[in-house]
């Protein structure tokens, strides 16, 4: 897999070289300039328009207490789609407006499902406690939820008996 995606990334810009050399063939230069162009402004609006609506679902799926993974999987699609869509080239662009078609996203995102293992992790009672680099084990004493003291520095960390742990 490694190697295919390795193969993808060398041969992106040949094809889009021979897609900038038979479109400004066939319609000039400044028209082939003009789509690129084109091309990225679209990318831009349409990326903030369906993100939009993207973060709205996520935020509808949060408020209603289940776990947003397919609207987070189309909110990443369609950033993606707008990325590609400001890459200057035509094969980027034609990916990038398959990706802001609903019915392509869900494809994709359908796909991707068949290969991921996603698990949701939970806190409070009963939940499992995580050990090991990266996490840090607190006690109820050592941790609160108020704002930080004004002799902390805005840091809620610094420990005020002693010195800056970190």
């Known amino acids: 897999m490694p190697a295919l995606i390795l193969l993808a990334l060398l041969a992106l ?20 300039l003009g789509l690129v162009f084109l091309a990225m402004v679209l990318g831009s609006v349409m990326m903030r328009r369906q993100g939009f609506g993207a973060l709205m679902k996520i935020r509808r799926a949060l408020d209603a207490g289940q776990v947003p993974a397919e609207q987070m999987g ?19 662009d034609i990916v990038g407006l398959a990706l ?18 996603v698990r949701v992790a939970t806190a409070g009672p009963g939940a499992a406690r995580r050990s090991g680099p990266g996490v840090v084990e607190l006690d109820p004493d050592e941790f609160s939820e108020a704002a930080p003291s004004p002799g902390t520095g805005g840091n809620p960390w610094k420990r005020l008996d002693g010195p800056d742990p970190v």
């Open 13 to 32: 810009p040949a094809i889009e070289i021979a897609l900038f050399i038979v479109v400004g063939g066939a319609i000039g230069v400044l028209p082939t």
């Open 74 to 92: 189309h909110a990443a699609l369609i950033t993606l789609a707008g990325v590609l869509l400001m890459i200057p080239g035509f094969a980027t």
């Open 100 to 117: 802001f078609v609903p019915a392509v996203r869900r494809r994709v995102l359908a796909a991707v499902a068949r290969h991921v293992d």
